[in-house]
Every structure is written in structure tokens, then in C-alpha cells.
């Protein structure tokens, strides 16, 4: 059974950092392109980040270029992201996503919030 699990979310002031985990079973993690989506209220969800398998290449959105991160650990199964310096326009509902060519998952999401 593949399962994608999130953590790290919370409430932060602006400029602060969080890191975000994505903990994943039941398929070979070290194949697949991991992905962090956000949906923020009334907005369609997108991109924020991915990384290749073994970690040879990575990409961005430009709203957050500069300021997260993303790596994984194949050993433990595990994505995340850095998030520096966040604004209240980074407040969403964190997802991970696992995909290939063929299938994908994604994890249940978790919430980022950003405000004084």
C-alpha cells in the first residue's frame, strides 16, 4: 500500500522558516521524481518545487526561488522542503507528490500558515 506522509506544517510569522517532510512506503522511492504542490484557499493547487531520482536536478517556482529548498534522503524514504524567509502569500496546504511515467501519489497535505 503506498503512503505518502507530511509533516512539518504550522504556524510561522513572516520571515520565519519551516521544514516540511514527506515520508514515503510501499513503492521504490529512489525511482521516482518527488514534488511539492501547494493549493491555497480558493486557488488551484501548484507547483512549488520537485526533485529527480537520485537528486541530479532540481526546479522551482519563481515565487519561491531563493527562498526553499527541496532534498531527499533515498535512504530514508523521505523528500523536504526548506522554506525561508515566508511570506503570508506561501499560506496553502502543503502537498507531496511521488510520479513516474506512468503513476503517481500524493500524500494528504499539510498546513503552512503564515501571518503575524
Known amino acids: 500500500q503506498v503512503q505518502l506522509v507530511e509533516s512539518g506544517g504550522g504556524l510561522v510569522q513572516p520571515g520565519g522558516s519551516l521544514r516540511l517532510s514527506c515520508t514515503a512506503s510501499g513503492f521504490t522511492f529512489s525511482r521516482y521524481v518527488m514534488s511539492w504542490y501547494r493549493q491555497a484557499p480558493g486557488k488551484e493547487r501548484e507547483l512549488v518545487a520537485a526533485?529527480?531520482?537520485?537528486?541530479?536536478?532540481?526546479n522551482y517556482a519563481e515565487a519561491v526561488k531563493g527562498r526553499f529548498t527541496i532534498s531527499r534522503d533515498d535512504a530514508k524514504r523521505t523528500v523536504y522542503l526548506q522554506m525561508n524567509s515566508l511570506k503570508p502569500e506561501d499560506t496553502a496546504v502543503y502537498y507531496c507528490k511521488a510520479e513516474s511515467a506512468r503513476l503517481a501519489w500524493w500524500g494528504q497535505g499539510t498546513q503552512v500558515t503564515v501571518s503575524s
Open positions: 526533485i529527480t531520482s537520485a537528486g541530479g536536478s532540481t
